[in-house]
């Protein structure tokens, strides 16, 4: 199972970024999906999570600011971020818990995506 982040770069305060997450591979079902984001000297944090009924969680810093949604038939998660600030500037990291399966089992585990770059210029 991979995940490949993209849509990050460099946007002005005030501005929009669309992230999105694609997940590969002998994938058997996606439960949760998520965003999370590391800035420079600070730890990795929850940005927003969405569950498979789709049950939405946000932290108050980007409440009302950032929405995820997903895409189920292609195995893909988004982060819609508006009004972006310069603190929000950190690599973006996508993560779900993925069952996947081979010829004798299922296996589900937490997985990670390769991270994408966000910088929010003031």
């Known amino acids: 199972v991979q995940l490949q982040a993209s849509g990050g770069g460099l946007v002005q305060a005030g501005g929009s970024l669309k992230l999105s997450c694609l997940i590969s591979?002998?994938?058997?079902?996606?439960?949760?999906m998520g965003w999370y984001r590391q800035a420079p000297g600070k730890e990795r944090e929850l940005v927003a999570v969405?569950?498979?009924?789709?049950?939405?969680n946000y932290p108050q810093s980007v409440k009302g600011r950032f929405t995820i949604s997903r895409d189920n038939a292609k195995n893909m998660a988004f982060l819609q971020m508006t009004n972006l600030k310069p603190e929000d500037t950190a690599v973006y990291y996508c993560?779900?818990?993925?069952?996947?399966?081979?010829?004798?089992?299922?296996?589900?585990?937490?997985?990670w995506g390769q991270g994408t770059l966000v910088t929010v210029s003031s």
């Open positions: 993560n779900a818990v993925v069952t996947s399966y081979d010829i004798t089992r299922l296996l589900t585990d937490v997985y």
């Open positions: 591979g002998k994938i058997f079902s996606i439960d949760d």
């Open positions: 969405i569950t498979s009924d789709g049950i939405r």
